[in-house]
Structure formats: structure tokens, C-alpha cells
């Protein structure tokens, strides 16, 4: 009994001094929407001023809508109409909630600068410098670019009144974030001042693209692809195949059966994937057809490795 005390009160001391850390990260300016490149403000040619303007924010909206829609699942946990949604809302783990990203009522980026998306989205970084409880390892690749895009897409919604509560660790929750189970993003990053890439590999079948995309699925399928139980996820998630071409892996997999499993969730046996696969497919059913040829591309050229334990 004191026993479970003095473990529990550990727990909830060393998770408080990890959730109190400050974290410097750099000061950063990025435009909001992204503007066109001299060579595309000479393609349009003869134009009004402001025309530029308005040709770069269409553009940006267009671009930021195929990222949310197809790319990252910002929705699942802030709502499908980014007003608010829940993580997860257990009195165990902890009620973690994905606040107003909208500009209505309750918004918590209404006034929110290139610094503060930068730390919150690429960082894991609050904006006061405490570590935000945003899982978001699998937004550290995201090209300046994106960010802005994405930004200018969040800010074009339609204002939501809605005010979310404040994310709270529950006791098992606490115990996972002392032990190492539950690691805070911040504490993931080794560098949080280098610098990001400007702009993602361009669109194509490449294997650069391709290795671009599949950042977010490291997150559960690991740095080196090579699948076994996921570190981050709850005992009842499958563990992630190992997506490498050895003999436990991919190996003898086509491009249709990669892509059958991307888009409809449906695996050469038959068989639909397991959560938290299921997660992921009715994003990846929206990738455009190079998107999904350049993952397969850089998936299916990589070292064979086995399942990691
Ligand atoms: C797995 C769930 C999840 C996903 C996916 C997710 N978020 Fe969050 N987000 C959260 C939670 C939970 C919080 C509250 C964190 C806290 O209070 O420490 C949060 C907070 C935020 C905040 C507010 C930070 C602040 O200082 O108040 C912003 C901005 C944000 N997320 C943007 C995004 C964007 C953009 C995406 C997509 C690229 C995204 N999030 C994807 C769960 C998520
Ligand atoms: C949230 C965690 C998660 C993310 C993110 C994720 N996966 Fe998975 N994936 C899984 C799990 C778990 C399985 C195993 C599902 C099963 O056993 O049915 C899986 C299975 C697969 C399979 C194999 C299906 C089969 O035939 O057995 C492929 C291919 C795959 N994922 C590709 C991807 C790609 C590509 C991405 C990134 C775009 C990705 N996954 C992102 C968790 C994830």
C-alpha cells in the first residue's frame, strides 16, 4: 500500500517536472499564404495588383485542403470541422482534448504567429515553452511550405464557437509519462533550433518524394520501417507490419495490393486492417495517384529488415 503511494506520488511528481520543462525553440518567420515565385507572378502576365495576392492564397487553400484531407489527420482529434475534438477522454489515461483551431469563439490561434505554429505543430512545444501533449513526431518533416499552407487553409474554415477544456493526465496516464511509455513529442526532437526544409521534395515519383510522405507512418511503423508493437499506442493496437521487402514484411507484395490496403483498407487476404491501420485509410483513399506510386517506390526499395520486437 505505501508502496503504491510512494510509486504513484513518484509518478505524478516526475510527470509534473517533465510537463513544467521549458523548451527553447528558434524564432521563426515563414509568409502566410505562401507567395508565388517571381517566374510564376511572370506567367500570369498582364495583371491588377493584388492579383498576385489573390492567385497565391487560391493556390495555398487548394494545396492546404489536399494536406488535411489526404496527408495529415489534423481532424481526428480536433474535429472534423477543426472547431475541437477528443484524443482521449479517460479518467485513467487522461483527458486529452484537440482545442478551437477555428477563428470563432473559444479559438486558441487566433492570434497565433509563424513562431507559435512552428513550435506547436513541428515541435511539440506550447507556446508558453511548456511540451504540448500534441503527439506530433509525425509533423517534425513538414516543409515550411506545408505549414503555411496548412495555415491558411485552418484560417479560411468557418468560424466555430466552441471552447474546449484543458487537457489533463489522468493516473495511469502520469505513471506513462514518468516511465518513458508516453514520451512527450518535445522530448523527441534532438535539435529543436535546425532549420526546416523550405519546401517538400517536389510532386513525382521519386524516392525522395516518396521517403517525404512517409514520415507519417514512422510514427507507428518506426524510424526504419521495420513494423513490431507501437511504442506510443495502447495494449489493445495491433502491432504495424513491417513494411520493408523482407520474407516478415512486404516481400512479394505488388503496387495494386499496396494500394488496395492504402485505399480500402483491404489486405491480398482479404481480410480488412486492424486499428490503428484503419486510421490511416480514408486518408491515404484521397492521395493523387503520384503520391501513392512515389510511397510505394521508396517503401519497396528499401533495405529488407526484421519485425522489430
Ligand atoms: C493525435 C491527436 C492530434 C492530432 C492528429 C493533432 N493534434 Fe493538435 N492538439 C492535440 C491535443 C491533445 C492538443 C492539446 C495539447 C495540450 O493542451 O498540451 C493539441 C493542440 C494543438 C494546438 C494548440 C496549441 C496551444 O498552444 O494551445 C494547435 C495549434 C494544434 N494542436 C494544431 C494541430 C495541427 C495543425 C494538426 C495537424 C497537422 C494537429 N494539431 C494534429 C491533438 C492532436
Ligand atoms: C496509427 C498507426 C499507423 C500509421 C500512422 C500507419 N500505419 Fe500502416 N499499419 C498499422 C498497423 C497497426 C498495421 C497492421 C494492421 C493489421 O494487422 O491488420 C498496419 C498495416 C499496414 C500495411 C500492411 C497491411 C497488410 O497487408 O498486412 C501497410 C501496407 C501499411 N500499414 C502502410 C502504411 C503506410 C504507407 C503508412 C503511412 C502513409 C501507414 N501504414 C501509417 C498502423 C499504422
Redesign the pocket.
Known amino acids: 500500500m505505501l508502496v503504491a503511494a510512494g510509486g504513484f506520488l513518484w509518478a505524478t511528481t516526475t510527470a509534473e517536472s517533465k510537463l513544467a520543462a521549458e523548451y527553447e525553440t528558434h524564432h521563426f518567420g515563414m509568409a502566410i499564404p505562401w507567395p508565388l515565385s517571381p517566374e510564376e507572378v511572370e506567367a500570369l502576365g498582364e495583371h491588377e495588383g493584388g492579383a498576385a495576392d489573390e492567385a497565391a492564397l487560391e493556390r495555398a487553400l487548394e494545396r492546404g485542403r489536399h494536406?488535411?484531407s489526404a496527408r495529415?489527420?489534423?481532424?481526428?482529434?480536433?474535429g472534423a470541422d477543426f472547431g475541437g475534438?477528443v484524443?482521449?477522454d479517460d479518467p485513467a489515461m487522461g483527458r486529452?482534448?484537440?482545442?478551437n483551431?477555428t477563428l470563432g469563439e473559444g479559438s486558441?490561434?487566433r492570434d497565433?504567429t509563424a513562431t507559435?505554429?512552428d513550435?506547436?505543430?513541428r515541435h511539440g512545444v506550447?507556446?508558453?515553452g511548456?511540451?504540448?501533449?500534441?503527439?506530433?513526431e509525425?509533423?517534425f518533416a513538414?516543409s515550411d511550405r506545408e505549414?503555411s499552407d496548412?495555415?491558411s487553409f485552418?484560417r479560411s474554415l468557418p468560424p466555430v464557437d466552441r471552447t474546449m477544456p484543458?487537457?489533463s493526465l489522468g493516473p495511469v496516464g502520469k505513471v506513462m509519462v514518468a516511465t518513458g511509455k508516453f514520451r512527450l513529442s518535445a522530448t523527441l526532437l534532438a535539435d529543436h533550433d535546425a532549420p526546416h526544409a523550405l519546401e517538400a521534395p517536389p510532386p513525382a515519383v521519386t524516392p525522395e518524394f516518396g521517403a517525404h510522405l512517409a514520415q507519417v507512418c514512422s510514427g507507428c511503423h518506426r524510424q526504419g520501417f521495420e513494423g513490431g508493437p507501437i511504442a506510443q499506442g495502447p495494449p489493445d493496437w495491433a502491432p504495424a507490419t513491417n513494411l520493408t521487402p523482407h520474407e516478415e514484411g512486404l516481400a512479394g507484395y505488388t503496387f495494386e495490393q499496396f494500394e488496395k490496403v492504402m485505399r480500402e483498407g483491404t489486405k491480398p487476404n482479404g481480410e480488412h486492417v486492424a486499428a490503428p491501420m484503419t486510421v490511416v485509410t480514408p486518408y491515404a483513399a484521397r492521395m493523387t495517384d503520384t503520391e501513392m506510386q512515389a510511397l510505394w517506390l521508396f517503401i519497396s526499395t528499401l533495405e529488407p529488415r526484421p519485425t522489430g520486437r
Do not use: K
Open positions: 494536406l488535411v495529415y489527420g489534423c481532424s481526428e482529434c480536433h475534438g484524443m482521449i486529452l482534448f484537440g482545442p483551431l486558441v490561434t497565433f507559435d505554429w513550435r506547436t505543430v506550447r507556446r508558453d511548456r511540451p504540448s501533449l500534441m503527439p506530433c509525425d509533423f513538414m505549414l496548412l495555415v485552418i484543458g487537457s
